[in-house]
C-alpha cells in the first residue's frame, strides 16, 4: 500500500519496527486515556464552512519567533530517531527544512547537536529535560548557541517519567544504537541497562531529572542564555499566566502526547484557556493527535500559533527515512491548504473560533 493519509504510516511503521520499539513509540501512560483523548478530541469537533470568499490562495506561510515556516507546523521534539531508521535526526530534520517546518531537537537526540544543525535548512530548537546536574544542561545549552539553535524548549510535564505499561511489559530498554549522544554517557547509562518488568528510561529519569525544580529556578536559566525560552507542557491557565508572569518566550500546551500524566485531558481541550489567559502576548503552539490538516486548522481556530506534530514524523522515518518524514509534513501542510479552502478561510488571520462548531462529545 501506498501511504497517502498521514495514518497509513502508523500501519506501516508499526510493521516494520521491532514490538518494544512500536509499544515505546506509539504507547501512552497509564491506561492511556488521555493517549486516545488527544486524537478523539479532534474528530468530534465539527467545521463551519463559509462559502463564496475567493479561496483561490490560501496563505500557509508563517513566523515564530522571527523565523519564516512555510505552515504554522513543526516537529515535535522526541528522543532517539535512531531507533526508528537509520537516517535518524539527520533524516528528520532535513525532512522539516524541506517542508519549512519547525524542528525541535531532544536532548536525548541520537545525533550530535552540531551535525543537526549543520543539516538543518529551517529553524531549529533545542528542547532539555532538567537534570539534577545542572552543568550538563548548561553546557548543552552552549553548545546549542554556538551551533545556532534559535531558542529553548524547557519540558515542565516531567519530574519524573512516568508508568508506560507498554514499556514495563516490553523491558524496554535503549540499545547501543541508539544513544543520547549529546549527553555525557556516564548520565545516561541506566537507561541502557535491562531490568526485566521495569522500563530503563522510568528508572534513567527518577536518578537524574531533577524533581524539585519550581518557578524560581528559571531565572536560573535565563540569567545563563540569551536565547529564547520556551515552555512545554503547559495545560492550565493558572501555569499561563505564571509562566507570562516568569517573562518566558512561549507555551506550547502539550501533555506529551498521553505519555506523562495521564487523565489530563485532550491538548485542544486544553488550548482555549491557555491562549485565553496569555491573551495574545505569547506565542502558544499545541501538540497531541494531530493527524490531519484539519487538525491542525482546528488547533489554530481556537487560538494556537503553530501546531507540533510528534509520532507521524517518526512513522514516516520508519517506513521511508527521510522521504517517509518529509511526504508527512508536506501532506499535512497540502491537507491544512485544501481545508482552509473548503472552511472558505484563505488567511491564517481567517482562522478563527467561528469555523468550530460544538463538539460531538462521546466518552473518550
Ligand atoms: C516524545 N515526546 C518528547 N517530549 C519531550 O519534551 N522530549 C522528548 O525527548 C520526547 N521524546 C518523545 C519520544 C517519543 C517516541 C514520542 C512519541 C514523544 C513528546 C513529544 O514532544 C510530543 O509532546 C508528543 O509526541 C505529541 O503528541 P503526538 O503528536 O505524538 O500525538
Same mark, same amino acid.
Given at each position: 500500500?501506498?501511504?497517502?493519509? %498521514?495514518?497509513?504510516?502508523?500501519?506501516?511503521?508499526?510493521?516494520?519496527?521491532?514490538?518494544?520499539?512500536?509499544?515505546?513509540?506509539?504507547?501512552? #501512560?497509564?491506561?492511556?486515556?488521555?493517549?486516545?483523548?488527544?486524537?478523539? /478530541?479532534?474528530?468530534?469537533?465539527?467545521?463551519?464552512?463559509?462559502?463564496? *470568499?475567493?479561496?483561490? $490562495?490560501?496563505?500557509?506561510?508563517?513566523?515564530?519567533?522571527?523565523? !519564516?515556516?512555510?505552515?504554522?507546523? =513543526?516537529?515535535?521534539?522526541?528522543?532517539?530517531?535512531?531507533?526508528?531508521?537509520?537516517?535518524?535526526?539527520?533524516?528528520? &530534520?532535513? /525532512?522539516?527544512?524541506?517542508?519549512?517546518?519547525?524542528?525541535?531537537?531532544?536532548?536525548? #537526540?541520537?545525533?550530535?547537536?552540531?551535525?543537526?544543525?549543520?543539516?538543518?535548512?529551517?529553524?531549529?530548537?533545542?528542547?532539555?529535560y532538567w537534570l539534577r546536574d545542572r552543568g550538563a544542561v548548561l553546557e548543552l545549552v552552549g553548545r546549542a548557541a554556538e551551533?545556532?539553535?534559535?531558542?529553548?524548549?524547557?519540558? &515542565?510535564?516531567?519530574?519524573? +517519567?512516568?508508568?508506560?505499561?507498554?514499556?514495563?511489559?516490553?523491558?524496554?530498554?535503549?540499545?547501543?544504537?541508539?544513544?543520547? %549522544?549529546?549527553? !555525557?554517557? #556516564?548520565?545516561? #547509562?541506566?537507561?541502557?541497562?535491562?531490568?526485566?518488568?521495569?522500563?530503563?528510561?522510568e528508572r534513567h529519569s527518577l536518578e537524574r531529572f531533577d524533581p524539585r525544580i519550581t518557578w524560581a529556578d528559571l531565572a536560573?536559566? $535565563?540569567? @545563563?542564555?540569551?536565547?529564547?525560552?520556551?515552555?512545554?507542557?503547559?495545560?492550565?491557565?493558572?501555569?499561563?499566566?505564571?509562566?507570562?508572569?516568569?517573562? &518566558?518566550?512561549?507555551?506550547?500546551?502539550?501533555?506529551?502526547?498521553? $505519555?506523562?500524566?495521564?487523565? +489530563?485531558?485532550?491538548?485542544?481541550?486544553?488550548?482555549?484557556?491557555?491562549?485565553?489567559?496569555?491573551?495574545?502576548?505569547?506565542?502558544?503552539?499545541?501538540?497531541?493527535?494531530?493527524?490531519?490538516g484539519s487538525d491542525v486548522l482546528k488547533a489554530l481556530a481556537v487560538g494556537a500559533d503553530t501546531v507540533l506534530v510528534g509520532?507521524?514524523?517518526?512513522?514516516?522515518?520508519?517506513?521511508?527515512? *527521510?522521504?517517509?518524514?518529509?511526504? +508527512?509534513?508536506?501532506?499535512?501542510?497540502?491537507?491544512?491548504?485544501?481545508?482552509?479552502?473548503?472552511?472558505? @478561510?484563505? *488567511?491564517?488571520?481567517?482562522?478563527?473560533?467561528?469555523?468550530? =462548531?460544538?463538539?460531538?462529545?462521546?466518552?473518550?
Amino acid at each position: 500500500m501506498k501511504p497517502l493519509r %498521514v495514518p497509513d504510516y502508523a500501519d506501516l511503521a508499526r510493521s516494520c519496527l521491532a514490538a518494544d520499539v512500536a509499544g515505546y513509540l506509539n504507547g501512552g #501512560a497509564g491506561a492511556e486515556w488521555t493517549l486516545r483523548a488527544n486524537e478523539s /478530541a479532534y474528530s468530534a469537533i465539527p467545521l463551519r464552512p463559509r462559502v463564496l *470568499t475567493d479561496v483561490e $490562495r490560501c496563505a500557509t506561510a508563517t513566523t515564530l519567533l522571527g523565523a !519564516d515556516l512555510a505552515a504554522p507546523i =513543526g516537529v515535535a521534539p522526541m528522543a532517539y530517531h535512531r531507533l526508528f531508521h537509520p537516517d535518524g535526526e539527520i533524516g528528520t &530534520v532535513r /525532512a522539516a527544512g524541506a517542508a519549512g517546518a519547525l524542528f525541535v531537537a531532544s536532548m536525548f #537526540a541520537s545525533t550530535d547537536l552540531a551535525e543537526i544543525a549543520a543539516a538543518a535548512t529551517g529553524p531549529l530548537w533545542l528542547q532539555l529535560y532538567w537534570l539534577r546536574d545542572r552543568g550538563a544542561v548548561l553546557e548543552l545549552v552552549g553548545r546549542a548557541a554556538e551551533a545556532g539553535y534559535g531558542a529553548l524548549a524547557l519540558t &515542565v510535564d516531567t519530574p519524573r +517519567v512516568a508508568r508506560r505499561y507498554r514499556d514495563l511489559r516490553s523491558g524496554f530498554t535503549l540499545p547501543a544504537h541508539a544513544r543520547a %549522544v549529546n549527553v !555525557d554517557a #556516564a548520565l545516561m #547509562a541506566t537507561s541502557h541497562v535491562a531490568e526485566a518488568g521495569t522500563s530503563a528510561i522510568e528508572r534513567h529519569s527518577l536518578e537524574r531529572f531533577d524533581p524539585r525544580i519550581t518557578w524560581a529556578d528559571l531565572a536560573w536559566l $535565563r540569567e @545563563r542564555t540569551a536565547l529564547p525560552l520556551v515552555l512545554k507542557g503547559i495545560l492550565t491557565a493558572e501555569d499561563a499566566e505564571l509562566a507570562v508572569r516568569h517573562g &518566558v518566550d512561549g507555551i506550547i500546551v502539550s501533555n506529551h502526547g498521553g $505519555r506523562q500524566l495521564d487523565g +489530563v485531558p485532550a491538548t485542544i481541550d486544553a488550548l482555549p484557556e491557555v491562549v485565553d489567559a496569555v491573551g495574545g502576548g505569547l506565542p502558544v503552539l499545541v501538540d497531541g493527535g494531530v493527524r490531519t490538516g484539519s487538525d491542525v486548522l482546528k488547533a489554530l481556530a481556537v487560538g494556537a500559533d503553530t501546531v507540533l506534530v510528534g509520532r507521524p514524523v517518526l512513522w514516516g522515518l520508519a517506513h521511508a527515512g *527521510t522521504e517517509g518524514a518529509q511526504d +508527512v509534513l508536506q501532506t499535512l501542510r497540502e491537507e491544512l491548504e485544501e481545508a482552509m479552502a473548503l472552511t472558505g @478561510r484563505p *488567511t491564517l488571520a481567517h482562522l478563527d473560533r467561528s469555523v468550530l =462548531g460544538t463538539p460531538n462529545r462521546t466518552p473518550y
